[in-house]
Every structure is written in C-alpha cells, then in structure tokens.
C-alpha cells in the first residue's frame, strides 16, 4: 500500500516537473503571472561633480517570431517598423523630479529614469507567443569635442517573450468580453551586455515598471546604462582646470624660499579609453608660466614640486570628478594652512602645527569650473617671528655713553663726599 502511495506522488511529482520545464527558461526565477507589464531602465553614470546635459535616449522595440516562427503575421504588433521609446533626461542643472539620483560609489554618480509600459495601448491580433528584441539605437545628444568629452551607449540587447491569452467564461473581468485578449506572462533575458559580450543561459529578468528607488528591485531590471565624462579647461595655464597657489605672510616670511608638496591625482576611470595616460601641469609665476615645457603627470603617481610666495601649479585638462591628495612639508618657524575651493566654493580647510606642514587627504576636488567657479587649493605659510625684547642692538652706543656719563657722575659724587669728610676732620 506505502508502495503504491509512494509511486502517486512519485507520479505527481514528476508531472509538476515536466509541466515546469515546458516554460521557456525566461521564468526559472520569477512567476510568470505576475509579470504582465514591461519597461525599459535607462541608468546614467558619471564622475561625481558633472553637470552632465539634456540628452534623450531612443530604443527599438523588434518583433522577430510568432509562436517560435520568424515568418511574422501582417497584424504583428511592431511587425514591419520597430517601436520606439524614449527616455530623456533634462540635465544635472535641471533635473526633473522623474530622475531619480540612487547613490555616489567610488565617485561615481548613478541616476535612474523609467519609461512607462512599452506594450500598453497594444492591441494582440490573436492569443500566441509573440518574441521580441529591446536595442538601444542612440541618442540625441552629439558629442562636438572629443578631446573634453564622451558619452558611451549601451550595447545591451534583451528578448522578451509575451504570452497572450484570450478571457474565457471562467476569468473574463468585468468590462472585457470572452475571447479578448490579454498579457498572461512576459519573460525577459539579457542577450547582450552594456560592454557588447553574448550572454549564455541568462539572467533572467522582471522587466516589471516601478520607479521607487527607495525599494530594492522596484525598477525594471531591463537595464541599459550609459557613461559620460566631460573635463575642464581649454589647454591653457591662463585657464586652469585647478590650481595650486602659495602665499606667505608674516615679518619673517621669506618671499623667496620654495616650499615643497607632494600630489597624487586620481582621475575618473568611468570610461577607460577617455583615460589619459598622463596630464600637464606647468608653475606659473606673476610673470606668467615658468617654463613652456609642461610638467606630465601620471595618475596615481605621487608628483613632487616646490612653490615659492606668488606661484602657482596649474592643471589645464583634468577630468571633472577627479581627485588629488596633497601635502606640503613643514618648515622650521611656519605655520601652514590650505583652504581647498571646488568649483568656486570651500569644500575643505586644515591648519597645520608650527614647523610640521599640511596635508589633505584624497577627495573629490575637481568640480565644473569657470572663471567665478575655480577649483584651487590656497596654501598659506605664516612666519610672524617673534617680538624682541632686551636690549636692541642699534641703541647700545647711545646706552653705552649714557652709562659713563652716570658712572662719571658716581665718581664726582663720592669724591666730592670724601673730600668734605677730611676737610670735617
């Protein structure tokens, strides 16, 4: 009797299996009847500190088989012309509340925009199987200078796989008549990459809209994302991009000892091929730049330099988001202070202790910058000395007559009192 019970759910259990393993692969993580809605996720990246502009990202939407054939009926939705959808983005100036900002990581930002449903307003001739491809087919925003600019589209491809149905007598709603049709299923998986690599067995995805960033997994993870790095500076010392500028104050400031730094610059690697392998610096005095030759400088290798009262280093192409940790070594008598501007206002400030230097760790420095919003770090060596006292040197003639005028006087005095005292006696 166990035996025969044994085989039932033997039985069961393997129909339970095949009847799963009829699905298409697209569902093997996510219940099929609670994705009946599809959008498309446009994710856009860049260094932390740009203001990146307007841009509108444009997708087709390619119908390609029909219950698994590609020869495609005249009435399939997207048939002969590709759907289109689009997602803009109105700015970092001029954010829209619809783009959403998720996170800063490594210095790097990430906003998030949402379309609607992609296949809402569509009508399904018949109940079947209907496959399609989501592509990226570019944007509306040009990229005009290279050399200060890039902006890389998505490679990715998605299929989706819509599964109609038609309402029977047992599950028509209200306001729908037997026999029309509806979305029961949609599967979704990742082809392609963002970078353009063939994606095997997978992932599978719930294209499902939502919008919150503010819940995990509510946005459809139809994701495509896009990069844009843009820097500063017109590849003239007159025009940095940043600046490292000295001044020094005090009675006993030297105004033309040099003080020496050490930098390290870290630049965004968002888009590895806009990397540059080193960037020009040069020291400018206020008799302009010291020597036309410019100094190369190779990101994450410590720069050393020295600076003397009214100099300066200037940086002329330096990507936006950029980093740099900095430190001045001490003097003996100075006190040492920086105040660090980033596109125009103070971002940070350290005094140091007499005779020790200053330094500032790594931070994200390098903002949009202007002519009214620089990006500069002001070092101040102060070196007041100190207040004499005692006796000054100048005066010791003068003191030193004074002084035998006064003992000239004690000698008349007592001699005087001597010879009173014998003449008494």
Same mark, same amino acid.
């Not at 592509?135 to 050399?147: L, M, Q, R």
């Not at 599950?171 to 029309?180: A, E, F, H, L, M």
């Not at 100099?311 to 920086?338: H, M, Q, R, W």
């Given at each position: ?14 129909? +339970? ?28 990246? *860049?260094?932390? $500190? @740009? ?20 020869? +495609?009926?005249?009435?399939?939705? *997207?048939?002969?012309?590709? $759907?289109?959808? #689009?997602?803009? &983005? ?20 990430? &906003?998030?925009?949402? #379309? ?31 050399? /200060? ?12 796989? %819509?599964?109609?149905?038609? &309402? ?13 049709? &509806?979305?029961?299923?949609? =599967?979704? %998986? ?11 067995? =997978? ?10 960033? #503010?819940?995990? $997994? !509510? ?9 844009? %790095? ?14 490292? @500028?000295?001044?020094?104050?005090? !009675? ?6 040099? *003080? ?9 690697? +968002?888009?590895? !091929? ?34 003397? /009262? ?27 202070? %920086? ?30 910058? !202007?002519?009214? /919003? ?10 007041? =000395?100190?207040?004499?006292? $005692? ?31 014998? +003449?008494?006696?």
């Amino acid at each position: 009797m166990k035996d025969k019970k044994m085989k039932v759910v033997l039985i069961a259990m393997l129909a +339970l299996t095949l009847c799963f393993g009829m699905l298409p692969s697209a569902y093997a993580d996510i219940n099929p009847e609670d994705v009946t809605e599809a959008a498309i996720t446009k994710v856009l990246k *860049f260094p932390v $500190g @740009t203001d990146y502009p307007a841009m509108t990202f444009n997708f087709a939407i390619t119908a390609v088989k029909f219950n698994e054939d590609t020869t +495609l009926p005249s009435d399939m939705p *997207f048939g002969t012309t590709p $759907g289109s959808v #689009s997602i803009a &983005y109105s700015g970092k100036t001029a954010a829209s509340p619809d783009e959403k900002f998720e996170s800063v990581v490594s210095g790097i930002e990430t &906003y998030y925009l949402e #379309s609607a449903d992609i296949f809402a307003g569509v009508v399904w001739p018949t109940a079947g199987v209907y496959e399609f491809v989501v592509t990226e087919t570019g944007s509306t925003y040009t990229v005009t200078d290279p050399a /200060h600019e890039a902006l890389t589209l998505s490679d990715a491809s998605y299929s989706l796989v %819509v599964y109609v149905k038609e &309402y029977t007598a047992s599950n028509v709603p209200t306001g729908k008549s037997v026999g029309d049709r &509806y979305i029961f299923a949609i =599967g979704n %998986v990742m082809t392609i990459t963002d970078g353009g690599e063939p994606v095997e067995n =997978g992932p599978k995805l719930d294209p499902t809209p939502g919008g919150d960033p #503010s819940v995990e $997994g !509510d946005y459809s993870e139809m994701i495509f994302v896009n990069r844009y %790095v843009r820097t500063n500076g017109s590849n003239d010392p007159d025009d940095p991009t940043l600046s490292i @500028t000295k001044t020094v104050t005090g !009675d006993m400031g030297s105004i033309v000892k040099p *003080f020496s730094f050490t930098l390290t610059l870290t630049v965004p690697t +968002l888009i590895e !091929d806009y990397v540059e392998v080193t960037y020009p610096a040069y020291k400018v005095s206020a008799a302009g730049v010291v020597s036309a030759t410019a100094i190369e400088v190779t990101p994450g290798t410590p720069l050393e330099f020295t600076l003397a /009262h009214g100099e300066k280093l200037v940086f002329t192409n330096v990507p936006v988001g950029s980093s740099y940790a900095i430190s001045e070594d001490g003097e003996t008598g100075y006190t040492a202070s %920086v105040d660090i501007i980033k596109a125009g206002a103070t971002a940070a400030n350290e005094t140091g202790t007499k005779g020790n230097g200053v330094s500032v760790a790594a931070g994200y420095w390098v903002g949009e910058s !202007d002519s009214t /919003h620089a990006n500069t770090a002001k070092f101040t060596n102060d070196n007041p =000395g100190t207040t004499p006292t $005692g006796i000054v040197i100048e005066y010791l003639p003068y003191i030193g007559i004074f002084t035998i005028a006064i003992a000239g006087l004690v000698i008349y005095v007592i001699a005087k009192r001597r010879e009173r005292e014998s +003449l008494s006696a």
